[in-house]
């Protein structure tokens, strides 16, 4: 398959795939309804004891999802409704025939998992089976919210609202007060929403629903049932602000010792506010001004040896509430690897650590950790037609690092400029929920002053980016069709456009590769092209429901596919195929509850026709009578093509590989939950793998909870990159040679965290990550051509130590391949091995002083040290962890809601 073939074939999966179906009625017949009804004077103690919670007709009748699927509940509930100008009220009796003695109680902070009872409400206030707004509350008043009226309902989601909670002789009861200024809903008077009701009776195991549907079958909003009778005559105007003050002590140890710009103690005080008010009746903006994000928990330590970017999670509250809403592609499988799903919005891009380098070197640099956020607003809801919407504007300054020499003036230098972020979003959602069609639009705007030659050269001027995605149910919700499609164009100068066309997303400048046009979409390495351009998608059609299941997909995105400024992207060049087959059993039998097997397979091309990833799996899956979960993963890869394992060099052989993982964990009701997850794999050059994780949940009390997650991974590669060098004399690899070696790599970690709830509105939480690394360099190596899988050790008359530590272990090493030490100087690069300890560890203690106002307590503590010893030893390298100086960081933080 060539270039021009591949592309078509992708376009014309894609194309053919993206058929439109027909619209349906998804809502079966004898769908469950209840009223709402008017009502004064409801005082919230959780007792129910006002006459609207007794004489109107509930929702029950609830049947079991878990563990008899479709039998009735074991155990009753009844859910009433009521409202008044201001809120709608729920008043929920959940019985129990051991009274109050079999309620399961569990004291967390909010929007965490309970392991108790708890009843669940999901609205679709708009009733367009698509949304989802939950509310959830459990014996101990512990709230769980997520919202809002999206179809990925975003547990950031805060809402002002209040539940109070009961427990008593017939079981328990919760009473829930919802302002309408929290909801959103549609401008008519009279309201019908859809809603869904989810009962949790932990001491049975049973989960029960009120609009039942089995797990063979696909539900969601289009299964709900209804709630009606509602009647909103007035709307609040929902302006709500909340200011902050934040006070912050930093104990950090200098970097660079002797520096003018490093203290150890530095202090500081902020103010900022969040703003969000409704405008019209169903849109929200939000704005955040100076904000602060000192709450927020560090990331996991990572060695990261490859080419490319590691992916943390966004953790800042502006930017995680309403992600759903702001989502776009993804990507769905019942099991698959080594791919991405369509990216086009990372939050972690606003604000990011400032990218511009320096012309020369200094010897004292102070540079901003990140670039500073004046100002973000959002803008979330959908309109009168029925289109979601989202929209998010963001500005981060200008950053300069202030540098000098111990003699001389303080310099500065721009390392990022002052930059601009947009994304807009639409979706709407139509035929019953079996249809959702979007769009999304990113771009991201740098002014670069008259100083920043150096950073126009680095960084694109601007960069933009449009998809159109799409989800689609037939037959009932049995069959699906999602997918989308998106184009990029990043314009800059001539050498940062260089800069992207050599990044290791795609390797324009591989000596090997084929060498397309630069047209409408860029595929040929061109230095002095100011504009980089492609394509790429996604679709997978699946079936969802029944006895079998099965699912194809197919995943693409062009060379010169480009969306980093905005997005995450690792890599650009491929066509990636999959599917599987998948059998479940749902029906408990003689010693499972529920069991699922299944297999399939992978295959990968780039735009040249090389196919450079393949696998086939299977996998298993069940729980067994006694609530314990286990199941098994394994694969078998062959031996395939690799374009980027010499990083921008001739494209070479990867070896054949495979790996097993079984998984166990214990029923999470119990005071002790165990879970391992160990694996283990080889390759067909000698190279091994072998991990063992683990987690233990220890529930001392209902309000206490600890976890420990220990991990060990062990490999054994034969070909690691370690450097490339321009070699006139590698004539074999086009005049680059690119160094490898067998790599021993040994990571410890643990994971620790401790929950301790105090009270539905306070909390402690503790997190430390202890973590260790050795990387263990040897036998040094090269391709001995391309495409090949031949290897070639150097000999120790061309590879030879340059230098020495004190300790006597190399420190460089001298690579001189043409048999002649006189006639040139040789290639030297420094020892590669590595010993990483650290420890990241942070307390965080919140307090819910009234209604959407809390006060941060946060201590954050980071210890770290490098060495090169290369050898593994657990007890040297742990006590290293504690010999280096910590850094510590204190934060006080006070936001004060103000709303209705």
Not at 58 to 74: C, I, Y
Not at 277 to 293: H, Q, R, V, Y
Not at 336 to 350: D, E, H, K, P, Q
Request: glycine share 10%; proline share 5%.
């Amino acid at each position: 398959m060539n270039r021009i073939q591949t592309t078509i074939a992708a376009l014309l999966a894609a194309g053919v795939l993206a058929s439109p179906v027909a619209a349906q009625d998804t809502h079966p017949a004898g769908t469950p309804s209840v009223s709402a009804h008017r009502a004064a004077g409801i005082v919230l103690d959780g007792r129910l004891e006002e006459d609207v919670w007794k004489t109107p007709a509930p929702a029950s009748d609830f049947r079991q999802v878990e563990p008899n699927e479709g039998q009735p509940a074991t155990q009753r509930t009844e859910v009433r409704f009521a409202y008044d100008e201001t809120a709608l009220y729920v008043g929920a009796r959940m019985y129990d025939s051991l009274g109050a003695a079999g309620v399961r109680k569990q004291l967390t902070r909010r929007d965490q998992n309970v392991e108790s009872d708890y009843i669940q409400l999901t609205f679709d206030t708009f009733h367009d089976h698509a949304g989802r707004t939950v509310l959830q509350v459990n014996p101990s008043g512990v709230k769980y919210d997520a919202g809002q009226a999206s179809a990925n309902a975003d547990p950031s989601w805060d809402p002002v609202w209040v539940a109070q909670t009961h427990v008593d002789s017939l079981g328990w009861t919760a009473e829930m007060r919802i302002p309408w200024s929290q909801l959103r809903f549609s401008s008519a008077v009279e309201q019908t929403w859809g809603m869904q009701i989810m009962r949790q009776a932990q001491r049975l195991n049973e989960t029960s629903m009120w609009s039942f549907w089995g797990s063979k079958e696909t539900g969601g909003p289009p299964r709900f049932g209804h709630l009606a009778g509602i009647r909103v005559e007035s709307r609040p105007r929902g302006l709500e602000i909340m200011p902050y003050a934040v006070s912050r002590a930093s104990y950090v140890t200098p970097t660079q010792p002797g520096s003018p710009f490093q203290h150890e103690r530095e202090y500081d005080t902020r103010v900022g506010a969040d703003v969000r008010a409704l405008l019209g009746s169903n849109l929200t903006l939000s704005a955040t001004i100076n904000p602060d994000f000192g709450q927020v928990e560090q990331d996991p330590a990572v060695v990261n040896l490859s080419a490319f970017e590691s992916y943390f999670e966004e953790k800042r509250p502006f930017f995680v509430e309403g992600s759903g809403l702001l989502s776009f592609g993804g990507l769905n499988c019942f099991t698959c690897s080594n791919v991405s799903g369509m990216s086009l919005f990372y939050s972690r891009r606003i604000g990011r650590s400032p990218q511009g380098g320096l012309p020369e070197q200094y010897e004292y640099e102070d540079r901003p950790a990140n670039a500073r956020l004046i100002g973000a607003a959002k803008l979330t809801g959908r309109t009168a037609g029925g289109w979601q919407i989202g929209a998010l504007e963001a500005v981060t300054a200008r950053e300069v690092s202030r540098v000098r020499n111990a003699t001389g003036p303080v310099a500065e230098h721009t390392v990022e400029p002052l930059t601009n972020y947009f994304m807009g979003r639409v979706r709407r959602t139509t035929a019953g929920g079996a249809r959702t069609w979007g769009l999304m639009a990113t771009s991201v705007v740098r002014r670069f002053g008259d100083g920043d030659g150096l950073l126009r050269d680095q960084l694109p001027a601007h960069a933009e980016a449009l998809g159109a995605d799409w989800n689609l149910y037939w037959k009932n919700q049995t069959y699906r069709l999602m997918g989308n499609v998106a184009l990029s164009n990043v314009i800059g100068d001539s050498l940062a456009i260089g800069r992207l066309q050599r990044s290791s997303a795609r390797y324009f400048n591989r000596p090997d590769r084929e060498q397309g046009a630069n047209g409408v979409f860029s595929d040929r390495y061109e230095t002095g092209a100011t504009a980089l351009r492609g394509f790429g998608g996604y679709a997978r059609l699946s079936k969802e429901s029944g006895d079998w299941l099965w699912e194809s997909s197919v995943n693409y995105r062009s060379p010169g596919f480009e969306v980093n400024d905005m997005a995450f992207l690792t890599q650009a060049d491929y066509v990636w195929m999959h599917g599987n087959v998948l059998r479940q059993w749902t029906q408990p039998g003689s010693w499972y509850r529920n069991f699922v097997v299944g297999a399939g397979g992978q295959n990968q091309v780039n735009f040249d026709g090389d196919r450079t990833d393949g696998q086939v799996q299977a996998f298993a899956s069940g729980t067994f009578h006694n609530y314990w979960d286990a199941g098994i993963y394994g694969h078998y890869r062959p031996e395939v093509y690799s374009d980027r394992a010499t990083r921008g060099g001739a494209a070479v052989r990867r070896a054949a590989s495979w790996y097993v993982g079984p998984r166990m964990s214990t029923d999470s009701r119990k005071p002790v939950v165990l879970s391992m997850n160990p694996g283990f794999g080889g390759a067909a050059d000698g190279g091994s793998f072998v991990e063992a994780n683990a987690s233990v949940r220890f529930k001392p009390t209902t309000n206490v909870q600890l976890t420990l997650s220990p991990a060990y991974n062990y490999s054994d590669s034969r070909a690691s990159y370690v450097r490339q060098f321009t070699d006139p004399t590698a004539t074999a690899m086009f005049g680059r040679r690119a160094v490898f070696a067998d790599l021993e790599q040994h990571t410890v970690s643990m994971s620790t965290r401790l929950n301790w709830t105090f009270s539905p509105t306070m909390s402690l939480e503790l997190y430390a990550q202890p973590f260790v690394a050795a990387g263990d360099y040897r036998n040094f190596k090269e391709f001995e051509r391309p495409r090949s899988l031949d290897l070639r050790t150097f000999t120790d008359a061309e590879l030879s130590v340059a230098a020495t530590r004190a300790d006597g272990t190399p420190a460089t090493y001298r690579l001189d391949t043409d048999g002649d030490p006189a006639a040139d100087q040789g290639f030297r690069f420094g020892n590669p091995d590595f010993n990483v300890r650290s420890l990241r560890g942070n307390a965080v203690l919140r307090w819910e002083y009234r209604p959407g106002s809390t006060l941060f307590l946060v201590w954050q503590q980071q210890r770290s040290d490098g060495q090169t010893y290369g050898d593994f030893e657990f007890g040297r390298d742990a006590n290293g962890i504690f010999d280096s100086k910590p850094d510590n960081v204190l934060v006080i933080k006070a936001t004060y809601w103000i709303g209705r």
